[in-house]
T-cell receptor, first 114, second 120 residues
């Protein structure tokens, strides 16, 4: 079946540290991949996405590359800020030939301390 | 553009009472989703609609839960009777798929800010 696995949290980093949040997926066909972010007290919002292999999504200094060979979509940022403290969700839509519900990972909580 | 609008933002109710959560999706979107988020179970899809028609309600926990979408700009999620274990954040979300080809490619889901429900 289709699924998303994320690294266990919570993750605590100092400001300006390098961030990696691992995400791997299982899917039939050719999924689209997403990272959503949830700030405290808010709903989820799209951070970045990639729709085909080797695509790189980027936004607000965050990047993730769609790696079909390793079925991964790891989120990275070179220098985190306190304002990046949030929960990050990796997600996929399984197929490009029909709409299907989005499959979310369990989320990884990030705390950035000054 | 206004985003997905949910009401109420916060609700505290007594066990056994009826709870109605409301959602206005983004204008023009053709998919609407109801999610529930708890610490224990994370984010769960309860039900989703396409063009106001329920497509998959397999995530609805039990008969106490019901959802309707009478028109393209309004949906409700009702819990009757409510129980303490229903305490959670309920999110409404919407998406535009339309006749875009290939379907499902990179469609973004837009979430509301959530309705925080506490059943005591």
């Amino acid at each position: 079946g289709n699924s998303v696995t994320q690294m266990e949290g919570p993750v605590t980093l100092s400001e300006e540290a390098f961030l990696t949040i691992n995400c791997t997926y299982t899917a039939t066909g050719y999924p689209s991949l997403f990272w959503y972010v949830q700030y405290p007290g808010e709903g989820l919002q799209l951070l970045l996405k990639a729709t085909k292999a080797d695509d790189k999504g980027s936004n607000k200094g965050f990047e993730a590359t769609y790696r079909k060979e390793t079925t991964s979509f790891h989120l990275e940022k070179g220098s985190v800020q306190v304002s990046d403290s949030a929960v990050y969700f990796c997600a996929l839509t399984p197929s490009k030939t029909s709409y299907d519900k989005v499959i979310f990972g369990p989320g990884t909580s990030l705390s950035v301390i000054p | 553009d206004a985003g997905v609008i949910q009401s109420p933002r916060h609700e505290v109710t007594e066990m056994g009472q009826e709870v109605t959560l409301r959602c206005k999706p983004i204008s023009g979107h053709d998919y609407l989703f109801w999610y529930r988020q708890t610490m224990m179970r994370g984010l769960e899809l309860l039900i989703y609609f396409n063009n106001n028609v329920p497509i998959d309600d397999s995530g609805m926990p039990e008969d106490r839960f019901s959802a309707k979408m009478p028109n393209a700009s309004f949906s409700t999620l009702k819990i009757q009777p409510s129980e303490p274990r229903d305490s959670a954040v309920y999110f409404c979300a919407s998406s535009l798929v339309g006749d875009r080809l290939p379907l499902g490619s990179g469609n973004t889901i837009y979430f509301g800010e959530g309705s925080w429900l506490t059943v005591v």
